[in-house]
């Protein structure tokens, strides 16, 4: 009886299918036009000025820089520059140009182009030289012609000169071996030198922690090479890219693309299932069942990235070893991550990934253990240990899907090893950076997301030499750090970071617990999309079925 | 005569208190029957929380992952929340988070505007000119944006939000009393004791005062529902105590609208916890309003 | 009519003006002072000390004052540390939608909670009575956005009836020549973008709208109840005129002035449940602006908007009061 009625209702569930639309709605009626839901709005979309990941999803459709990453990957690529070769004292890069690009302003791509953006970016003055502004400069080639501040370094650029219309020959005043692949971030995207000049792009007003770009290239002229042009942006509303018909490669299948902004996680995914959008990115891991029940897609950025408890060791309490390896074995690494992430996601042990080069399994590592950080805590000679422990909100990172849950249970675990936590909340963005990147946060929440496939790119970026984040000078760490970046030599270079991995562990300067990777869904009929574990996403191939 | 005076007028028949004639008619009256009992029952969990709570309230007490939180069961009547600390106990608890939040609130609102509302009804003239443009000023920001520049002003803290409630407050209650106040000024029986010499500060005091303060339990009573309501506001803003690990209902509503798709239950309990406590203030409030109100004693 | 509008308009200015001064003064009780609030706690020395300069934070404040209150009547409110544009440019571009959102919620708070009062009023103690009233109890205590994320859960969602979030199909192809896409899609004589602006309000306006509508069912109510029970009506009703005109005439007339004073206070109320309201279903108008602000500590964009916020509420209780002295000619003369 029962089965009897299931197969009338599935009998008749065919025919409704039959006699219906198949697969109608807004999205094939109006051909090949993506929406995607963005977090956020770019800051701006002139590749020198941002570091933000919404900013470079943009503009990595825009521009193009001269090596990219492999498709899903993080090896370098050819970009712009067919081919490269650096020298063996790793000083002189030098790059052959792809012939026939143009820029979508019709402008030639040739070496003279490529030589004025490396110029360009040398040569900033006043405001764009602050950090907030030309961030990816600043961290890869430490200074500018003219430095104007003293916590910048001696540049490491030394000049490019173009050599006929395709070499490009790209000088450094010091061996890096970590540049090749920096180049291949978003930010290094070669944009026509007319454009620049024609829409003020370097016209920059305000105040360093608060700039205004009065030029209008980034905002409503950003001309590149890329398969996508700029049509047309309303802030917080949409913005919209349209098809490069003269692109130098393969052409792109979808012939516009539409970024909203929609900041909650929650929210993207209620607006895909609903079929308002077509892809997000940034999927909250409590979403993936929903999504998938709903015959979304989930696609998934392979884990580049390391969320970690970091110690600020300006406080004496902080500078006390054996309390800070009381709070590495008091912390549930496998609670937390089991907790909180999503399917794929692993503990971390170490400050880089697992699964890049040079990480070796073979260092100190602290298990969850109440019994011997209480053991720890009382060899440390603290009476009533008390940690002030800040945690920001208003922010979601594949490495810390939710701040405010990984707070509450590293308080639980904290306070059952004997610790006394004082709980500090402050909105991600200004405060809670600003307060943690100044050392003023004893223990505190923070992360890493990968730009390029380089230890230097971790390990480096953190304890290279002295920062007020975490207040303490440990020669041999910088040392080993230093010395690994300037190595041309790869297997040295692995046995460096390995050496430094090892270092670092036996320090404790912080408590790395997760690594994730970061989720995003499409709907069904999208296919092509190759997420890349540094964000370095091509819309070219992406095509809606 | 205005609605002030009205009440004015009512409350002189009885000074002094509610009066019997208003405490019967409450008695009987079905709307207020079921106010109390709400609030009773919202005190008595508060207060009996401890006690009542299977679980501790900030420790997880079972493992989940974000695509599996386990629902209502006979060990977790409400199942467990995002972290896997039990959401019933976590509920029971709320109560008293949000019953601390509405009276602190209430009485500093209400300490404010008593302070605000005297001046300017006692002292009258400029005095009272300039407190009341200064209420004037304060009641032409929306409510939540008041409440909003306070917090900001005051920072992350639980002690913020209460004052960020308690600020929209004192406004509504200067007004209210200095009305009252005003109306009772004019009344024959201070008239009367005027013209007997009685000193002005006795006469404020003893017998203006009093009798100013029935309309103020009335709005009191209702202050308290939107006291947790504004909290709740405030949190799903990201304006709320430091320390997400304490039950508050505004703040477990907030946290949990992620887990609206995969467990909406999460949300449903704060949210339906809110909305009978503040239900049962306002019917309490709504029902002696209306017993003490003369236009209702037909 | 002109002397009374032109009194009370007088008697706006020192409110405002004190206003002023407070929001003034509250940028600078914040945490840090103004320096801080502009550019953070990490700020060098030399940077407060040139960023003081830059502003002119080193003279007396009233001196300051002045500066910040002649900019500020010539339209400039700062600039937003957050998106970097002018805080009065934000404002032209995101109050449009939220003026579309509360009108909405108005007209869906006025369209449905006169006739529900009135009904309620006029069957007094039946079940519809009860009915209403405990409704109307509900609405006023359920939080606005729990309220919104249930709405767009079941309709949007599940049902599909509405769209979840913004204010116009990203596909449609339309202009927007004043920012009220309601009004844009209907001077443009585009059918498809005026359905979709208006399809995108109705959640949102219902959400919105909830707590206003509780409160005018509730003051309807009350109002039809006691003019009901007036010596006129009665004496209408001995008269023997026929119902029909004593209601149209009569009850509706009176009672409704108490409704008209409330919808004017409503201004504040929906201005502030639009925060909310728009953070729900990603509305790009002005709560959710503000909303965003916060957490980014943008205090430029909070001061200017509440200012300006402060500036309509005043003006629309203006406007009320303007029109009750249409419909009762005895306010003019108080």
Redesign the interface.
């Known amino acids: 009886m029962i089965a009897g009625s299931a197969l009338v209702m599935s009998a008749a569930a065919c025919g409704g299918d039959d006699s219906g639309p198949e697969g109608g709605g807004t999205g094939t009626a109006k051909g090949s036009t993506l929406i995607f839901a963005s977090s956020a709005d770019p800051a701006i979309l002139d590749p020198a000025f941002h570091s933000d990941g919404e900013s470079s999803r943009v503009t990595n459709q825009i521009f193009e820089t001269l090596v990219a990453t492999e498709p899903g990957g993080t090896g370098v690529a050819p970009g712009l520059a067919e081919s490269w070769k650096v020298s063996e004292d790793a000083r002189t890069y030098t790059f052959t140009l792809r012939t026939g690009v143009r820029f979508h302003d019709g402008e030639p791509l040739n070496a003279a182009a490529v030589c004025a953006n490396f110029d360009r970016w040398h040569n900033f003055t006043g405001l764009a030289q602050s950090d907030s502004v030309s961030y990816y400069w600043v961290t890869v080639f430490r200074g500018f012609a003219k430095n104007e501040s003293d916590t910048l370094g001696e540049s490491l650029y030394g000049g490019c000169e173009a050599d006929g219309e395709s070499t490009v020959v790209l000088k450094l005043t010091e061996p890096s071996a970590a540049v090749l692949s920096a180049l291949t971030l978003s930010s290094f995207g070669i944009a026509s030198p007319k454009a620049l000049k024609d829409f003020k792009a370097d016209e920059v007003s305000g105040t360093a922690e608060s700039p205004q770009f009065t030029g209008t290239f980034g905002t409503q002229h950003p001309i590149g090479t890329g398969p996508f042009k700029f049509a047309s942006w309303t802030r917080g509303d949409k913005l919209e890219l349209v098809r490069n018909d003269d692109y130098w490669g393969e052409k792109a299948k979808l012939e516009k693309i539409i970024f909203r902004p929609i900041e909650k996680a929650a929210d993207r995914a209620q607006a895909l299932r609903a079929g308002s959008v077509h892809a997000f990115d940034y999927a909250d891991p409590a979403d993936l069942e929903s999504l998938r029940s709903s015959g979304a897609q989930v696609l998934e950025r392979a884990p580049f990235n390391m969320g970690y408890l970091g110690f600020s060791q300006k406080t004496e309490i902080m500078k006390n070893q054996k309390i800070r390896q009381a709070i590495a074995h008091a912390i549930n690494r496998e609670n937390v991550v089991k907790t909180k992430y999503g399917a794929g996601a692993k503990v971390a042990h170490a400050f880089m990934p697992d699964s890049l080069w040079s990480y070796s399994a073979d260092f100190a590592k602290y298990d969850h253990n109440p019994a011997k950080a209480k053991q720890l805590i009382a060899e440390s000679g603290v009476a009533d240990p008390t940690l002030e422990f800040c945690y920001p909100s208003g922010v979601s990172r594949a490495y810390m899907v939710d701040p405010a849950g990984n707070f509450q249970l590293m308080k639980a675990d904290l306070e059952a090893a004997g610790f006394k936590v004082v709980p500090k909340n402050s909105p991600w963005s200004p405060d809670y950076l600003n307060t943690t990147q100044a050392g003023d946060c004893p223990l505190y929440l923070l992360g890493w997301n990968g730009d390029f496939g380089d230890p230097d790119n971790f390990l480096g970026t953190f304890f290279q030499s002295y920062s007020s984040q975490w207040s303490f000078r440990n020669e041999a760490i910088f040392r080993t750090l230093s010395d690994a970046e300037k190595e041309p030599d790869q297997a040295e270079r692995e046995q460096l970071y390995t050496k430094a991995n090892g270092l670092i562990a036996d320090f404790v300067p912080g408590v790395p617990y997760a690594q994730s990777p970061s989720f995003s869904a499409a709907a069904a009929n999208v296919t092509g999309w190759v997420p890349s574990p540094v964000l370095n996403d091509s819309f070219a191939t992406i095509e809606l079925k | 005569m205005s609605l002030a005076q009205a009440e004015g007028a009512a409350v002189q028949e009885a000074p002094g208190g509610l009066g019997r004639d208003a405490w019967r008619r409450l008695r009987r009256d079905p709307v207020a029957i079921a106010g109390a009992a709400l609030v009773v029952a919202f005190v008595a969990v508060a207060l009996l929380a401890p006690w009542l709570a299977p679980y501790p309230p900030d420790k997880p007490v079972g493992q989940v992952t974000p695509t599996s939180i386990p629902g209502p069961s006979a060990e977790h009547w409400f199942g467990l929340d995002d972290l896997g600390r039990d959401e019933f106990s976590r509920v029971l608890w709320g109560a008293r988070w949000s019953l601390v939040i509405g009276v602190v609130s209430l009485l500093l609102g209400l300490a404010g505007g008593t302070l605000l509302g005297l001046l300017a009804g006692a002292f009258g003239g400029w005095v009272d000119g300039a407190v009341m443009r200064l209420v004037d000023m304060m009641l032409s920001i929306p409510g939540l944006l008041f409440a909003i520049g306070v917090a900001a002003m005051l920072g992350a803290g639980l002690d913020a939000v209460m004052i960020a409630i308690a600020a929209v407050n004192v406004p509504v209650f200067a007004r209210l009393l200095r009305g009252q106040m005003l109306a009772q000024s004019r009344s024959d029986y201070v008239l009367a004791a005027t013209a007997v010499g009685v000193p002005r500060r006795w006469i404020v005091l003893g017998h203006v005062l009093p009798n100013s303060l029935t309309p103020v339990i009335v709005q009191g009573t209702l202050t308290l529902a939107t006291a947790i309501v504004e909290a709740a506001g405030l949190a799903f803003l990201g304006l709320s105590g430091n320390d997400p690990s304490i039950p508050e209902w505004g703040r477990m509503l907030a946290d949990t609208q992620r887990y609206l798709a995969s467990a909406p239950l999460l949300a449903v309990f704060p949210g339906l916890a809110i909305v009978f406590a503040a239900l049962g203030f306002t019917l309490l409030g709504e029902s002696l309003r209306e017993a003490l109100d003369p236009k209702y004693r037909r | 009519m002109a002397a009374f509008v032109a009194r009370r308009l007088v008697l706006l200015v ?3 003006l ?2 002023s001064v ?1 929001l003034f003064l ?1 940028v600078r ?3 840090g002072g103004p320096v801080e609030a ?6 060098t020395p030399e ?1 407060v000390a ?2 003081r300069g ?1 502003y002119g934070l080193d003279r007396p404040w009233y001196e300051q004052y002045l500066d910040w209150i002649g900019g500020v009547l010539g339209g400039d409110l700062g ?1 937003s ?1 957050r ?3 002018p805080v009065a440019e934000e404002l032209a ?2 109050f449009p939608a939220t003026v579309e959102l509360a009108l909405t919620a108005l007209v869906f708070a006025v369209g449905a909670g006169v006739p529900l009062g009135y009904l309620a009023a006029r069957r007094h103690g039946t079940w519809l009575d009860h009915l209403t009233v405990t409704g109307s ?2 609405g ?7 309220l919104g ?1 249930m709405l ?2 079941a309709f ?2 599940k049902l ?1 009836l509405l ?9 449609i192809d339309a202009e927007h020549p004043t920012g009220f896409y309601v009004l844009d899609g209907l001077l443009t004589q585009n059918m498809e973008a005026f359905g979709d602006a208006l399809a995108h309000l109705v959640l949102p306006g219902i959400a919105l709208g909830t707590i206003p509508l509780a409160i005018v069912v509730r003051i309807t109510r009350a109002s039809v109840l ?1 003019v009901l ?1 007036e010596d006129y009506v009665r004496t209408a009703e001995a008269k023997g005129l026929a119902p029909a005109t004593i209601r149209g005439r009569h009850v509706l007339r009176n009672a409704l002035l108490p409704v008209v004073t409330v919808v004017g206070l409503q201004a ?2 929906l ?3 639009a ?2 309201t728009e ?1 729900v279903f ?1 509305f ?1 108008g002005f709560g ?5 602000s ?4 943008d ?1 430029a964009v ?1 001061q200017g ?2 200012l300006f ?2 500036v309509v ?2 003006l629309v209780n203006l406007l009320v009061d303007v029109a009750y002295g249409l419909i009762d000619p005895r306010v003019r003369a108080a």
């Open positions: 020192p409110i405002l004190g206003l407070l509250w009780a914040l945490p502009l550019l953070g706690e990490r700020a940077a040139r960023v830059l600039v540390s998106t970097q544009r571009r995101t109890l509900f006023i205590t359920v939080p606005v956005f729990f994320y767009k859960f949007a969602e599909g769209p979840t979030d913004g204010r116009q199909d990203p596909l006691d029970h504040g109320l201005l502030g449940g925060v909310l953070t990603a790009p959710k602006f503000v909303a965003d916060i957490t980014a500590r205090y909070l908007f509440i916020t402060a509420f005043v």
